[in-house]
């Protein structure tokens, strides 16, 4: 794909697959075909690297914050269960949202949760309804220690943040959505992956090897599953794609 923006002219010309359109630039197509972009080359800057959550690194797109926000006021889940822990910034974002809504707690789970990081979270005002499960997300024996957690009758949402392979995805995708209740997600997060194999930090097998892939096959299989990007609650624009960098991850339970 070529860009050619002329603010001058306020036209945005499009060239891709030997094709030309000219567009305004202050249209709803040319904005999302420059969000492509921007989203692109800010995730090769680091960009998502430069943001924290009360005190803690939180490495995500604060669109994708927002979203997911959204979601869990409207959901209210019991229980968040997430795969991926890092620096503990969503552990926290999620908590503060439980303590705010005065509802829910959260699930932490990571193959490995590094000493500094685990004393940081634990000492953190918000941990009081965190839960820290060292070890592989798909091993059986974790699985099976989180599925003990889960209370009758608990609405529960799940994201998917860690080891990001088609294969270990797929293999989450597997242990956690039964334990996803109807009208609620399971979230296969990080699936920008397939539009980065070309950027300069990214790796040619992402094209097929991502989140998204095995989303979009993992509904092959569960029907009790769609594809559903949650409709924004508040929308007094023509749009209505995410900026994201979890595309084809909103897995909800019918």
């Not at 060239?15 to 030309?20: F, L, R, S, V």
């Not at 024996?141 to 998917?160: C, F, H, N, Q, S």
Request: one cysteine or more; a negative charge.
């Amino acid at each position: 794909m070529r860009l050619i923006l002329d603010t001058e002219a306020r036209t945005l010309k499009l060239e891709e697959a030997g094709q030309t359109r000219l567009l305004d630039l202050y249209c709803k197509e040319a904005f999302e075909a420059i969000t492509r972009q921007w989203v692109r080359v800010g995730w090769d800057q680091k960009y998502p690297y430069t943001f924290s959550w009360m005190g803690r690194p939180v490495i995500q797109l604060p669109e994708d914050m927002i979203r997911i926000q959204e979601v869990i006021f409207q959901v209210k889940p019991d229980l968040i269960i997430e795969t991926g822990v890092a620096h503990g910034g969503s552990l926290v974002f999620y908590s503060s949202l439980c303590r705010a809504m005065d509802h829910g707690r959260v699930i932490g789970i990571d193959i490995e949760i590094r000493p500094h990081n685990r004393a940081a979270i634990e000492a953190h005002p918000m941990n009081d309804r965190i839960t820290l499960i060292e070890g592989s997300s798909t091993d059986p024996d974790i699985v099976a220690r989180v599925k003990a957690l889960v209370k009758p009758d608990e609405k529960v949402l799940v994201v998917l943040d860690s080891n990001h392979t088609y294969t270990h995805v797929t293999s989450e995708l597997e242990a956690y959505a039964p334990l996803v209740t109807a009208g609620s997600y399971i979230v296969a997060t990080d699936g920008i992956m397939w539009d980065l194999a070309d950027v300069p930090r990214g790796v040619p097998t992402w094209a097929t090897d991502n989140p998204t892939f095995a989303a979009r096959d993992f509904l092959v299989k569960h029907p009790e599953f769609v594809l559903e990007q949650p409709a924004w609650p508040f929308n007094e624009s023509s749009l209505d794609q995410n900026i994201t960098h979890w595309p084809g991850a909103w897995l909800k339970r019918t």
